[in-house]
């Protein structure tokens, strides 16, 4: 990657990184067109999930530690790819904050899957109704990865799965995902089971059945709803099981992203 100074922080090569923690000003910059991915950990699987990285800029302080990273870029053909480096102070000022991770990226979105696409190439699916913490959905995606999943299907109101937070807490997990987006829900579950999926409802209700005591399908759509409100009851009706995670009986529930990663790990296990 070709390496270029950037001394003014009103450059217009870094306009990608404009005020990264102002919600309006990221919703016009990005659009529908590209995403920030923040952090060494989330650079590296960028390079190697296929988007195509517009840009990198850096704090030159962690220049020698990134260039190992930077150099081989997994394998793909970045020679055209910038890496602007820079102070902290005017890598802070572009941003808006303090970068302590010190390196950010901008790369181009990829059209979103339809669940239909979805239904026909993937054995596990997490499906997400309701999320809009990017702390949540990204480890949601996390988790998702490191148990197998083949995708995620959000329904109309989730998160966008690109939000900067959703990539930075996924690690960057997220990019190495098949996402649709559901466009008539929850009729997409139905779609789901008409193409040979289980789906299961995760609520903490009593009369569900046990996770633990489950025959685990060979094509399985693990439902998870927001915390509080949980899953909409037209939504656990659509889906063919109601399962929950065996707690103590004096704890509420588990954060969505927690008992995300329990799901996958009881419906991965082997010999499932």
């Known amino acids: 990657m070709p390496i270029e ?6 450059d217009p090569r870094v306009a990608d990184y404009r005020d ?15 995403f920030i991915a923040e952090g060494p950990a989330a650079l590296t699987r960028l390079l190697t999930s296929g988007h195509r990285v517009r840009s990198v800029l850096v704090d030159e302080r962690k220049m020698e530690r990134l260039r190992p990273t930077l150099d081989l870029s997994g394998g793909v053909d970045t020679t055209d790819v910038p890496v602007y480096a820079t102070t902290r102070d005017v890598l802070n000022e572009i941003v808006g904050f303090d970068l302590h991770r010190g390196v950010v990226a901008a790369a181009d979105r990829r ?10 190439t993937s054995r596990r699916l997490v499906v997400l109704e309701g999320l809009n ?9 996390r988790s998702a990865r490191a148990f197998g ?22 690690m960057g997990e ?7 987006r559901a466009a008539r829900w929850p009729d997409d579950l139905d779609a789901l089971n008409t193409a040979g999926f289980e789906t299961w409802a995760l609520s903490p209700r009593a009369d569900a059945g046990d996770l633990w005591d489950a025959d685990i399908p060979d094509r399985l759509a693990l439902v998870l709803g927001a915390e509080g409100p949980g899953l909409h009851p037209d939504t656990i009706d659509r889906c063919r099981r109601v399962v929950r995670i065996p707690i103590a009986p004096d704890v509420d529930s588990l954060n969505v992203g927690a008992a995300a990663a329990v799901a996958l790990a009881v419906t991965a296990r082997p010999g499932s």
Not at 20 to 34: H, I, K, P, Q, S
Not at 111 to 120: D, I, M, N, Q
Not at 174 to 180: D, E, G
């Open 133 to 141: 913490d990017p702390e949540n959905v990204g480890a949601v995606a």
């Open 149 to 170: 999943a083949d995708g995620l299907v959000l329904d109309p109101t989730c998160l966008d799965p690109y939000y900067r937070r959703a990539v930075r807490v996924s």
């Open 5 to 10: 100074r950037v001394t003014d922080p009103d």
């Open 20 to 34: 990264l923690n102002v919600v309006v000003t990221r919703r016009r910059l990005e659009g529908d067109r590209f």
């Open 111 to 120: 059209p979103l899957r339809s669940v239909g696409e979805l239904a026909t």
């Open 174 to 180: 997220i990019l190495h995902l098949h996402v649709a």
